[in-house]
């Protein structure tokens, strides 16, 4: 699988017990904060809580373009395990 296709698998699987927010990092570098989001083939349609400088408060990303996300809740690690995350053995 491609970076895009994991990332995709992710929004696709994101469990209910962690909030569906954050920070979205592309690969040109931007920051997004999140508070929502809707998927597509190819791209995520993210919901902000307030405006970015240009008062855009939605922003559509391929999942090829994510380099990261930062969660900013705190959350304890055994819920990520439901996106296939696991502890070293």
Do not use: C, H
């Amino acid at each position: 699988m491609t970076a895009g296709e994991y990332w995709r698998s992710l929004f696709e699987n994101w469990p209910s017990s962690v909030p569906r927010r954050g920070l979205l990092i592309t690969t040109f570098n931007e920051s997004i904060p999140f508070v929502g989001y809707l998927l597509s083939g190819g791209i995520v349609l993210l919901e902000r809580d307030k405006p970015d400088a240009m008062g855009a408060r939605k922003v559509m990303v391929a999942y090829d373009a994510i380099a990261a996300i930062k969660i900013t809740d705190v959350i304890e690690l055994a819920n990520f395990q439901a996106l296939g995350f696991q502890p070293p053995m």
